[in-house]
């Protein structure tokens, strides 16, 4: 992921080993991360039990806020895909007793239909 994508809000793909150490303390014994995805410092991360978005604070870094969504929670998704003009695909997750969606954008580079598939595993079970 470069720079300017991170600025700019994308999200591209991690090493799940690396997501996994870096949440060993957060995540339960039989947890599992399926896919990971970065946004400069924040984390968007579907394990096979939920999906958990990282927001990493301040300069530093160092404050940190985990959101756990179980699965059962998510009541509506969408995509929108890049086009000619707009680089950047889009995924909207709206949560049961939120009006407003999540959403987090991703670079063209980044197969949104994979994002979406892997949601759809776990939300359609």
Sequence with gaps: ??????????AS???LDKVEKELK?????SEKVE???KLI???????????????KQGMTGKKVEYHSIPYKSVVHFSV??????????ELKIWISGSAMPIQKKFNKSLNIYKVQSVLAAYVLK
């Design 1 to 10: 992921m470069g720079l300017l994508d991170g600025l700019m809000g994308n």
């Design 13 to 15: 793909e991690v090493e």
């Design 25 to 29: 303390d957060l995540l339960i014994p």
């Design 35 to 37: 896919h990971a995805y």
């Design 41 to 55: 410092r924040d984390l968007f991360v579907f394990t096979d039990k939920r999906l958990l978005l990282i927001d």
């Design 80 to 89: 929108e895909t890049a086009g000619t003009l707009d680089l950047d695909a």
